[in-house]
Structure formats: structure tokens, C-alpha cells
């Protein structure tokens, strides 16, 4: 081995652990570290995508209430008076963010959102869009995950953590991002709970939530706190970060009816067989969360209330074929790329949402319900020769016949079915 070579050997890049032997550049810096050209490479695209959002979110206007809320129904059909209340909590955080620097001499409290709704109402659909919409970072989180400090589970504080990651670790980005806790509802404290066992992910969370979600510095891992207990901590102020809790709350009816002596069934009033009012139509009241088993403190660090409606199957249906995301139009996208033009007939999409809505996972159920009609189309069509057009119909979603594929501009099914039927006014 020349001693040329053996002196390359030597030189490790301190980020990657190349040797100068395996890249074709590397610079030297003091007390014999190195950097390869590589990793410079890869730090200059991280930091250049740092800049793009940041000079993307202060060039932005902030968008009016108004404006939100029409961004809002392109990805989220029904649920308007959530929307409109979402549109407006949302201005206000942001508008009080840009002039907080002002003359004013009144100081605007933040006022932080709580969403009330059955599961696949769109909870978690509207922090995604807000996000997209404000061009902020966004951190998704269970509360069921959550425990007390010193317990199997997160600590409150990795909550900070998940949206720094999303951040890319950009201080100036974490403090104007939104964090969603979801199932907020499961760490309801269990008041008449008969076990003998501490409820290590109910009240206790609740009490580490409150100065977080309020606004606090606070002392935040950057790798995750329990693996890396000797790490430096970061200290961030979670003052500006909006925070946006969910849950379902089932029995927070049962509450309200005790309250109000009306009889109310799930999260609709049932007042006869075929006429269904919704709970969201009543007034939610502090007292109720505090009865299902919320500290007070975390309920008046939730002001603004909104309660989503249940889905019905005329908005199951528009929910699959109108959004700017809909699932029709993303399995359409995906069959054309099979060179096949894939369409739903009107009472195909009627019969989707109506077999979603019978599964009672809201707008969830209609991916999975589209999966079970198209699989075995979507298995055999890529091999199959001359196929040009697939239709779903209400037939073949309710498995009366196979899914229709046409070949050649000719209408064929599996041997044995019944013939298709015309007149059916294609939507998708």
C-alpha cells in the first residue's frame, strides 16, 4: 500500500464516515474534523428547502377568514359551521401572531380549538388542510400514547419534538406551526373507574397538557427523551403554537341529555324513524366536557368548541367524487396509468356511500368499501390486452354482478353474468 493512499485512509468524513478514498472531494476543519462533498451537498439542499417555506410563509398575506373557509370546502364537504368557527379561530391566532409586535397595549390571549365528532367526520382532515392552507408545519399526535412522566409511553413534552421534526428543526417554523392531538377523549380521567391501578394516561396527562397547550418554555429532547436521557434539551416557547385537540367523546350525549331532559341517541336526536336532528345543532357547554372527565383548567385552555355533524350518504357520496383529493378521482388517476379509463355510474356512487355509511366509520369507510369493489378489476386489468374503459356500477357494488369492462368499445363481463344495463348517467 503506497503512503499516499494509506494517508487518505486516515481521512473520514465526521458526518457520514466516508473515507477520502470513497468520495471525490473533502474539506478539512480544525481539530481533524472533515466534511465530504456529499454531505455538504445534502446540507445545502436542507438548508435551501429551510428558506423556500420561510421566505413562502412572510411573503403570504395572511388569507381572511372568508378565504379559508373557500380553500376548506375544497377538501372537506359538509361540516360548514366547524368550518366557518375554524376559519375565524385561525385568523385570529395568526393576525394575532403578525401584530404582536405592535403599539397595542391590549394583549390577545390564544385561543386554542377542541373538535367534537364521530369517527371519520374530518377531524383530522381540517388540521391537514389548514396546514396546507397557512403553509405551516404540522404535527399529528395521539393522546392515547401519552403518559405520565416516569411511565412506559411519551412523555407530554415529545409532542414539541414531533413538530420540530416537521419543521426541520427550524425554530422560526415550530413557532408558527399547529399541532392536532387526536383521541383527546380517551385521557378522560375515570372517576368511577373500580380498579385499584393509577391511571397513568388520564389525569395526570391532562395536568402536563395544561401549560403546554396555555403557552410555556418548554425543555424538549430533540432525538426523544427516554432513549437519549443525556442529550442537550431544547428550549422552546409553545405560546404561538395553535393547538387543535379531537376526540369522538361517545356518551357526551348522554350528558347533554341529563342536562338539557331531552333524549338523544348517539350524536343525533332521534325524533322518528326516517327524521334525524343532529347533537351539533345543541350547545356544548364546559360543564359537559367536565362531567365526561376533563379537568377543568385543559377545558378553559379549549375556548373555542366546534361539534361536526355525523356523515350522511348524500355526503358520503360527495365526499367521494367532489374534493379536490376525492378517492374517485385518485383511482381514476391511478387505472389511467394502466392506459384504462376507469368512470362510476350515479347509483354506483349512491350505492358506495350507502354501503360506507352502514360500516359506521364515516368517510374511512368509503377507501375501503371502493377497495373491495375494484380489487380484483385492478389485479387482472394490467394484464389483460385491449381494455380501454372499466364502469362501476350499483350492481357491482353490491356484488349483483362483476365490475364492467370494455374492450375495444365493447361492454363485456365474466362468463355467466347478467348483461349490463344502459342509461346510466356516468358522474366520475
Same mark, same amino acid.
Given at each position: 500500500?503506497?503512503?499516499?493512499?494509506?494517508?487518505?485512509?486516515?481521512?473520514?468524513?465526521?458526518?457520514?464516515?466516508?473515507?477520502?478514498?470513497?468520495?471525490?472531494?473533502?474539506?478539512?476543519?480544525?481539530?481533524?474534523?472533515?466534511?465530504?462533498?456529499?454531505?455538504?451537498?445534502?446540507?445545502?439542499?436542507?438548508?435551501?428547502?429551510?428558506?423556500?417555506?420561510?421566505?413562502?410563509?412572510?411573503?403570504?398575506?395572511?388569507?381572511?377568514?372568508?378565504?379559508?373557509?373557500?380553500?376548506?370546502?375544497?377538501?372537506?364537504?359538509?361540516?360548514?359551521?366547524?368550518?366557518?368557527?375554524?376559519?375565524?379561530?385561525?385568523?385570529?391566532?395568526?393576525?394575532?401572531?403578525?401584530?404582536?409586535?405592535?403599539?397595542?397595549?391590549?394583549?390577545?390571549?390564544?385561543?386554542?380549538?377542541?373538535?367534537?365528532?364521530?369517527?371519520?367526520?374530518?377531524?383530522?382532515?381540517?388540521?391537514?388542510?389548514?396546514? !396546507?392552507?397557512?403553509? +405551516?408545519?404540522?404535527?399529528? #399526535?395521539?393522546?392515547?400514547? %401519552?403518559?405520565?412522566? =416516569?411511565?412506559?409511553? &411519551?412523555?407530554?413534552?415529545?409532542?414539541?419534538?414531533?413538530?420540530?421534526?416537521?419543521?426541520?428543526?427550524?425554530?422560526?417554523?415550530?413557532?408558527?406551526?399547529?399541532?392536532?392531538?387526536?383521541?383527546?377523549?380517551?385521557?378522560?380521567?375515570?372517576?368511577?373507574?373500580?380498579?385499584?391501578?393509577?391511571?397513568?394516561?388520564?389525569?395526570?396527562?391532562?395536568?402536563?397538557?395544561?401549560?403546554?397547550?396555555?403557552?410555556?418554555?418548554?425543555?424538549?429532547?430533540?432525538?426523544?427523551?427516554?432513549?437519549?436521557?443525556?442529550?442537550?434539551?431544547?428550549?422552546?416557547?409553545?405560546?404561538?403554537?395553535?393547538?387543535?385537540?379531537?376526540?369522538?367523546?361517545?356518551?357526551?350525549?348522554?350528558?347533554?341529555?341529563?342536562?338539557?331532559?331531552?333524549?338523544?341517541?348517539?350524536?343525533?336526536?332521534?325524533?322518528?324513524?326516517? !327524521?334525524?336532528?343532529? +347533537?351539533?345543532?345543541?350547545? #356544548?357547554?364546559?360543564?359537559? %366536557?367536565?362531567?365526561? =372527565?376533563?379537568?377543568? &383548567?385543559?377545558?378553559?385552555?379549549?375556548?373555542?368548541?366546534?361539534?361536526?355533524?355525523?356523515?350522511?350518504?348524500?355526503?358520503?357520496?360527495?365526499?367521494?367524487?367532489?374534493?379536490?383529493?376525492?378517492?374517485?378521482?385518485?383511482?381514476?388517476?391511478?387505472?389511467?396509468?394502466?392506459?384504462?379509463?376507469?368512470?362510476?355510474?350515479?347509483?354506483?356512487?349512491?350505492?358506495?356511500?350507502?354501503?360506507?355509511?352502514?360500516?359506521?366509520?364515516?368517510?374511512?369507510?368509503?377507501?375501503?368499501?371502493?377497495?373491495?369493489?375494484?380489487?380484483?378489476?385492478?389485479?387482472?386489468?394490467?394484464?389483460?390486452?385491449?381494455?380501454?374503459?372499466?364502469?362501476?356500477?350499483?350492481?357491482?357494488?353490491?356484488?349483483?354482478?362483476?365490475?364492467?369492462?370494455?374492450?375495444?368499445?365493447?361492454?363485456?363481463?365474466?362468463?355467466?353474468?347478467?348483461?349490463?344495463?344502459?342509461?346510466?348517467?356516468? #358522474?366520475?
Amino acid at each position: 500500500m503506497s503512503k499516499k493512499h494509506s494517508e487518505w485512509e486516515s481521512y473520514i468524513c465526521s458526518f457520514c464516515g466516508k473515507t477520502r478514498n470513497e468520495v471525490s472531494c473533502m474539506v478539512a476543519g480544525i481539530n481533524d474534523a472533515y466534511i465530504c462533498k456529499e454531505c455538504v451537498f445534502l446540507f445545502e439542499q436542507k438548508l435551501n428547502q429551510r428558506d423556500a417555506r420561510k421566505r413562502m410563509a412572510e411573503d403570504g398575506e395572511l388569507p381572511t377568514p372568508m378565504e379559508i373557509c373557500r380553500c376548506l370546502d375544497d377538501y372537506v364537504i359538509g361540516q360548514e359551521a366547524v368550518k366557518k368557527m375554524l376559519s375565524v379561530a385561525v385568523y385570529n391566532h395568526y393576525k394575532r401572531r403578525k401584530y404582536k409586535d405592535s403599539s397595542s397595549r391590549v394583549e390577545l390571549a390564544k385561543a386554542n380549538v377542541l373538535l367534537i365528532g364521530p369517527t371519520g367526520s374530518g377531524k383530522t382532515l381540517l388540521a391537514q388542510t389548514l396546514s !396546507r392552507i397557512l403553509k +405551516v408545519p404540522l404535527a399529528i #399526535v395521539d393522546a392515547t400514547a %401519552l403518559t405520565e412522566a =416516569g411511565y412506559v409511553g &411519551e412523555d407530554v413534552e415529545n409532542i414539541i419534538q414531533r413538530l420540530m421534526q416537521q419543521s426541520d428543526y427550524d425554530m422560526e417554523q415550530v413557532v408558527r406551526g399547529i399541532i392536532y392531538i387526536d383521541e383527546i377523549d380517551k385521557i378522560a380521567r375515570k372517576a368511577d373507574n373500580p380498579s385499584i391501578t393509577r391511571d397513568v394516561s388520564g389525569e395526570g396527562v391532562q395536568q402536563a397538557l395544561l401549560k403546554l397547550i396555555e403557552g410555556t418554555v418548554a425543555s424538549v429532547p430533540p432525538a426523544g427523551g427516554r432513549k437519549h436521557p443525556h442529550q442537550e434539551y431544547v428550549q422552546v416557547d409553545t405560546t404561538e403554537i395553535l393547538f387543535i385537540c379531537g376526540g369522538a367523546f361517545d356518551g357526551l350525549d348522554n350528558i347533554i341529555k341529563r342536562r338539557c331532559n331531552k333524549a338523544v341517541i348517539g350524536f343525533n336526536q332521534q325524533t322518528d324513524k326516517n !327524521r334525524m336532528v343532529p +347533537v351539533a345543532a345543541m350547545r #356544548v357547554l364546559p360543564e359537559d %366536557l367536565v362531567a365526561y =372527565g376533563l379537568i377543568p &383548567e385543559l377545558v378553559g385552555r379549549l375556548p373555542v368548541v366546534g361539534v361536526l355533524e355525523d356523515i350522511e350518504v348524500s355526503a358520503l357520496a360527495d365526499i367521494f367524487t367532489r374534493p379536490k383529493n376525492a378517492l374517485a378521482k385518485q383511482y381514476i388517476e391511478m387505472l389511467s396509468m394502466d392506459g384504462v379509463e376507469l368512470s362510476f355510474t350515479e347509483d354506483g356512487v349512491q350505492a358506495i356511500g350507502e354501503k360506507a355509511k352502514k360500516r359506521g366509520t364515516g368517510a374511512r369507510g368509503l377507501r375501503a368499501v371502493t377497495e373491495e369493489v375494484l380489487m380484483e378489476t385492478m389485479f387482472a386489468v394490467p394484464n389483460m390486452k385491449a381494455v380501454n374503459k372499466v364502469v362501476v356500477d350499483a350492481g357491482a357494488v353490491n356484488n349483483s354482478r362483476p365490475v364492467l369492462i370494455m374492450k375495444d368499445g365493447k361492454r363485456r363481463r365474466a362468463p355467466g353474468s347478467k348483461r349490463a344495463t344502459g342509461g346510466k348517467r356516468q #358522474v366520475a
